[in-house]
């Protein structure tokens, strides 16, 4: 229900007060007084009024001034003002007009006239706070909508953003996984409580545990399938203080076996860079390299063992000769030469072998290859050997007619059938006999290639090969010794009063692998021996 409507009645006598309130008492409005214009100003603010019947003349701020005041304010400046004048004083109401007042009455007034003035500008002012109250509502409305509008506008672009930093987000996980999957070393991320976050593919290759059974599980899990745990434990306590370490620890894989890994822990901070929120484990198996630096080590100290030999025979020789040399007669002295010369030539085939044996391991400025009849090599070799073969009183014998067009370095070619020669002589006492038989060899359709008389030659591929043998009817090589004769520095503990260096097999069987060939042996104790290596042909013309 609407609220009667408020007349404020500004009147410096309480007579005037009196005579409108009961002349608009008994309409239902609710009547407020003020007597003067300082006191009127301060209730129109409070109570905002819907009409205010203001005199004219009042001490200290009369009616006009009122009226300017309440017009100036923005919270009043609607509020209808009647002005109380004197009978017919144009003068008033002209300067009334002015300060914003809405209507006059003339004192005395006819109450049913003041009635219905009172009534008209209260309605009127009612129905324009009414339309007032409409359009503030309509525009609030229209705000609304406007802003609702505007909030949807926002939501989608909120959402278009979210979608993109989702896809952007995407493609940045995408991309580190197919990083983290493609890197050769293994790699552990773990989180704050210290479980397994993720491996990569690599980690499976490595420990031998699929992805599913490592994510998930404990560090403590990571650290025990560790053969080094104290060094993992050293490794983690740095993690944690937020410091990266570098170690070499032993891993061992699912099956069982160890392997050698350098491991680096890496700790995962917050932005902040203070809490740690788990850590990276990158592993590279170094179990190659380890083994190669072991087989490094032993070879260096195996050369150096056969260098000193043969030198510390040159020293202590050169020593006596030097001191006892007047005593000694020339038969003497030329046996010493001579065993000089012996021990440098040792000394020299000695370092040969080694160069060679570099070479072959480094595979650098590998020589060059070319196109070659292969039976000229072994005629040529075998030319060179037989004179000291003879010498020493053995049968010798070059069999083979057939040319075998072979690609590969003519040098190292040679020093394959001159290793073999050189061994069967050395091998084989006077009276034995060296055959050395070159052909081509068809392994899978030829019935005579069988692995007695062609060892090795079941394991080869289909084709034709270039095929020589060196036998000899020697000492030949007992069962336990024949599977390690083709390593580096290995020799027969009973034949070591025969001068080597336990290196020539190893440099024949380097040479023959590294032309794309196999090597082959058999031998029995006092039965002589077969050695046999064969060549891929190399068909181009
Ligand atoms: P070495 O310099 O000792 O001859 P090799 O690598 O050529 O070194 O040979 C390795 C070992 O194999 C020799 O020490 C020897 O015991 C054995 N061996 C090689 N060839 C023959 C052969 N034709 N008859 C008997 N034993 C041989």
């Not at 008033?92 to 007042?101: F, K, L, W």
């Not at 008209?120 to 229209?142: D, H, K, P, S, V």
């Not at 060094?231 to 061992?252: F, H, K, N, P, S």
């Not at 070319?370 to 040529?380: N, Y």
Request: hydrophobic share 35%.
């Amino acid at each position: 229900m609407d609220t009667p409507p408020r007349v404020l009645i500004v009147d410096d006598d309480a007579m005037v007060r009196e005579t409108l309130r009961t002349c608009l008492g008994r309409e239902g409005y609710t009547l407020e007084f003020a007597t003067n214009g300082l006191d009127a100003l301060t209730q129109a603010t409070a109570t905002l009024p819907d009409l205010i019947i203001l005199d004219v003349m009042m001490p200290q701020m009369d009616g006009f001034q009122v009226c300017r005041h309440l017009r100036a304010d923005p919270l009043l400046a609607q509020v209808p003002i009647i002005l109380l004048t004197g009978l017919d004083d144009h003068d008033s109401r002209i300067e009334g007009a002015q300060a914003g007042a809405d209507d006059f009455i003339s004192k005395p007034y006819d109450r049913t006239e003041l009635r219905a003035r009172v009534r008209t500008i209260t309605r009127l002012n009612r129905y324009r706070r009414l339309l007032e109250e409409r359009e503030r509502r309509q525009g609030a409305e229209q705000e609304v909508h406007r802003l609702y509008q505007e909030l949807q506008r926002y939501a989608q672009s909120l959402e278009t953003t979210v979608s993109e930093r989702t896809q952007e987000l995407q493609e940045a996980r995408d991309r580190m996984q197919a990083i983290l999957e493609s890197l050769g070393e293994a790699v552990i991320v773990t989180d704050a409580q210290q479980i397994i976050r993720y491996v990569n593919p690599t980690f499976t290759a490595l420990t031998g545990y699929a992805q599913q059974e490592a994510e998930g599980q404990m560090v403590s899990w990571w650290r025990n399938i560790h053969h080094s745990t104290e060094t993992i434990d050293q490794l983690l306590e740095a993690v944690y203080r937020g410091q990266a370490r570098t170690a070499e620890v032993m891993g061992r894989r699912a099956d069982g076996a160890l392997y050698d890994a350098l491991l680096t822990v890496t700790p995962l901070l917050r932005s902040d860079q203070t809490m740690g929120i788990g850590f990276v484990g990158v592993s590279r198996d170094i179990t190659l390299l380890q083994e190669a630096n072991r087989i490094k080590d032993r070879f260096v100290s195996n050369v150096s063992h056969e260098l000193r030999t043969p030198l510390s025979v040159m020293t202590m020789t050169a020593g006596n000769l030097d001191v006892f040399y007047e005593r000694l007669d020339d038969r003497q002295r030329r046996d010493m030469i001579r065993d000089l010369r012996a021990q440098t030539r040792l000394l020299n085939d000695l370092i040969g072998d080694i160069l060679e044996i570099s070479r072959l391991d480094s595979q650098r400025g590998e020589p060059e290859r070319t196109r070659l009849d292969m039976r000229l090599v072994i005629e040529g070799e075998a030319n060179k050997q037989r004179p000291i073969a003879e010498s020493k009183g053995l049968t010798w014998q070059v069999v083979g007619t057939e040319p075998l067009m072979v690609r590969g370095n003519e040098r190292q070619l040679g020093q394959i059938v001159r290793n073999l020669l050189d061994n069967a002589i050395k091998y084989t006492p006077a009276g034995g006999r060296i055959t050395c038989e070159y052909r081509l060899l068809a392994p899978t359709e030829d019935p005579t290639a069988r692995s007695e008389q062609w060892p090795g030659c079941d394991l080869l591929q289909n084709g034709i090969w270039a095929a020589c043998r060196v036998c000899d009817t020697g000492i030949g090589i007992a069962a336990e010794h024949l599977p390690h004769i083709f390593e580096r520095f290995y020799r027969v503990k009973a034949q070591s009063n025969i001068p080597g260096t336990g290196l020539g097999l190893s440099i024949v069987k380097g040479l023959v692998e590294q032309h794309g060939g196999h090597v082959g042996v058999t031998s029995a104790p006092d039965r002589g021996s077969i050695f046999a290596f064969y060549l891929p042909i190399d068909f181009r013309s």
